[in-house]
């Protein structure tokens, strides 16, 4: 996945093979005292081109690997530790926390793909969260966004440029507004196996995916994610949302909105302070009906909607701090 073996080898070249990174492999089904590296691909790589000149010369660039090789001593004989599982199903806790919450963490996609397949296989959104260490409303927001993904692949949807630039979705999705708009759910909210955008919102679903990330006949509405909250508060607009499907940017239906002489700003502290006020009458009664699972259910909702906002509130903060 755009990973290169290069410089890990460069590290393995100076500093050694450090012993408290072994590689973790299963036995190969196919062959008798054969392994399967599942974990460490990139350190074998990385070994492999320095111990074989064969190897080394068949790489993009073989010129500096053989400089590395020549002020290095690795060989092909050269012991180095590794873990051994008995299945591909015993790594996944140990291989997930490294890329999803540790060191060399996997890009929101293929943590989205990597919980889905989790799910597949019959584990709970609770269970694939506790399995690799991140909260339950994190690993459903990253099931949400791969399923949105995978019904705009179903319906026909250029997705090649979704799947390189995922995080950008997740930001989408992300956005109360732009979620509501192609009726998407919660994550918390997100049933297993069914599509999230409804079947009457797939016309909204293929807006969100051309002004996201443009098509071949239209350029992208935004040059990064922290313009998503603009967007999301157009398309929250029925005069916004009128521009936008008549072909004009996003600066052209912001101007549009502003010369009807709506107050989003007015109308926002509205909510939130109506929002505020609804959650601090509430917390007085939280810990009565602290096991209910609907009381439950319902604060991990909020929870989703507060990490939304707080999202944008950050995204926004770092644009004009620009």
């Not at 950008?168 to 919660?186: D, N």
């Not at 607009?237 to 101007?255: F, M, Y």
Request: charge should be negative; hydrophobic fraction near 45%; aromatic fraction near 6%.
């Amino acid at each position: 996945m755009g990973f290169e073996a290069y410089p890990v080898a460069q590290s393995i070249a100076e500093l050694g093979f450090f012993n408290a990174e072994p590689l973790i492999v299963i036995p190969s089904p196919d062959e008798a005292n054969a392994w399967i590296v599942v974990e460490g691909n990139r350190r074998l790589t990385a070994l492999i081109g320095l111990a074989y000149p064969d190897v080394r010369a068949g790489f993009a660039t073989p010129d500096r690997w053989e400089k590395l090789a020549a002020n290095c001593s690795i060989f092909p004989e050269m012991a180095v530790p590794i873990v051994v599982h008995q299945t591909r199903e015993t790594t996944h806790a140990e291989i997930a926390r490294v890329h999803v919450v540790g060191k060399l963490q996997w890009r929101p996609f293929m943590q989205a793909r990597y919980i889905a397949a989790r799910v597949a296989e019959g584990r709970s959104l609770q269970e694939v969260a506790d399995l690799i260490g991140i909260p339950k409303s994190k690993a459903a927001d990253l099931y949400r966004d791969q399923a949105v993904l995978t019904q705009a692949a179903n319906l026909g949807l250029e997705t090649s440029q979704v799947e390189s630039a995922f995080s950008l979705l997740t930001v989408a999705m992300g956005s109360t507004k732009i979620r509501s708009h192609v009726g998407a759910p919660l994550g918390s909210q997100t049933v297993i196996g069914q599509d999230p955008v409804p079947a009457d919102r797939v016309d909204e679903l293929k807006e969100v995916i051309q002004w996201v990330f443009g098509d071949e006949e239209h350029e992208s509405l935004i040059s990064d994610s922290r313009q998503m909250s603009q967007l999301g508060n157009v398309v929250a607009s029925d005069i916004g949302l009128e521009a936008l499907r008549e072909g004009k940017t996003l600066e052209e239906a912001k101007q549009r909105i502003q010369e009807k002489g709506l107050d989003p700003l007015k109308a926002l502290t509205l909510k939130l302070n109506a929002a505020k006020n609804s959650l601090s009458a509430a917390s007085g009664d939280v810990a009565e009906f602290a096991i209910d699972a609907e009381v439950q259910n319902l604060v991990d909702d909020i929870e989703s909607l507060v990490g939304s906002i707080r999202s944008t509130l950050d995204d926004v903060t770092a644009e004009t701090d620009l």
